[in-house]
């Protein structure tokens, strides 16, 4: 797994400056988030830590959430998380990743 957030995270930097769709399937719920990449940070907590935060890639940078209408609005914040408990990597290229997790399956592509 560690290798994985690794490889995704690399990924993700040879991306700076670009913008990313990133689409999470969990359970009957699609997201679909549209962000330009500034930055890119691991969280990992620690054992005993705060229950509410998971290990997760964070990307950062300004961007748009669709909303059930089809629109696109501002996110309420410029950051947007994978959180990697139990990523795997089921498809990895040059414009487009999947990934699964413990909670949900994530496409990554640019736009």
Known sequence: MVQDVKKVTNWLNTHLD???????IEQEDIDQVHIKLS?????Q???GSDDY???AIILKGTGST????GNLEPLPQDTYELVTED???TDF???EIELNTARAKYTVSLK
């Open 87 to 89: 990523l795997s990597i």
């Open 18 to 24: 670009k913008t990313v769709i990133v689409q999470k």
């Open 39 to 43: 930055q890119i940070d691991i969280r």
């Open 45 to 47: 907590t620690e054992e």
């Open 66 to 69: 669709m909303n059930r209408d």
């Open 93 to 95: 290229g040059d414009e």
């Open 53 to 55: 935060e998971d290990n």
